[in-house]
């Protein structure tokens, strides 16, 4: 076949256009072409060769994009990891335990477990509780043991059934008797202990029923000074006297009652003031109340000439 040519094959087929080869037989040949001819072909293997070499603007701004998106910094993970509606939970959380353990510990109000239970009466021994309660600290195992009243000196106590003259008539049936007998000054025959001057003014006046004839004292500290109390007991005869417990303690304390022709004792013990407080529940009232219980009461309650009751 290449006999049939005439001429070698090789030399007349055409090569790539951005070959080497091609560039060089365009060069060794530029003196056989000539006029427009070798210009044209010129330029046309030019501007195919700088077109296989030279990649396309398109191409050339991908290769940018994926070589920043290669070396581009990876983003470090953000250190803020707080969690502020965990801490309002915990918080939350603590505040209502607080509440729980401040209304476990809570005391309870009078007028709440009133409301609970019906009042009960007081009873000899209430007193006698108190009594232990209150020198348990100061006394010894056997003062205490000294100190236990003997159930005789105890009356019966109001069932909350009573009014005060009701009450007096009851424990005392000899009333009247006693009050013709007694002629000493400076004493009465009967005390009626309560927490304050009005509440005494109240039983003073509820005393009409049963006192009679009998001459009756207020003793309390309001508006009235000791001294004038200790001058009309030195100077009339007073069968019963009505009043709180720390005047009653300061006329004996001055040698202006004398104790020992008393005959009863009565507590207003369950009558309460506005706070649903009884004389006994008011610690200054209890604690006077013990003081002039010192003051020789108990040694009458033991010697069985003093009778206590609780109204």
Known sequence: MADDLGDEWWESQPAAAGSPGVLAANANSSDALCGPSKTWIWTELNQRASSLQKPSGDEEGRDTEMMQQDTAPVPEPSQETKQPMECFLTQAKETKEETRKTKKWKKKKISEILAKSEPKPGTPGDL????????????????????????????????????????????????????????????????????????????????????????????????????????FLENRVIHLGVGTPGRIKELVKQDGLNLNPLKFLVFDWNWRDQKLRRMMDIPEIRKEVFELLDMGVFSLCKSESLKLGLF
């Open 128 to 231: 006698q509780q108190l009594i232990k309660d209150h020198y348990s600290g100061s006394r010894s195992v056997i003062e205490l043991e000294e100190l236990n009243l003997p159930d005789s000196c105890f009356l019966k106590a109001n069932d909350l059934t009573h009014s005060l003259s009701s009450y007096l008539k009851e424990i005392c049936p000899k009333w009247v008797k006693l009050r013709k007998t007694h002629s000493e000054k400076k004493s009465v025959l009967m005390l009626i202990m309560c927490s304050s001057a009005v509440r005494a003014l109240e039983l003073i006046r509820s005393l009409t029923a049963f006192k009679g004839d009998a001459k009756v004292m207020k003793l309390f500290a309001k508006h009235i000074k000791v001294r004038e109390q200790v001058k």
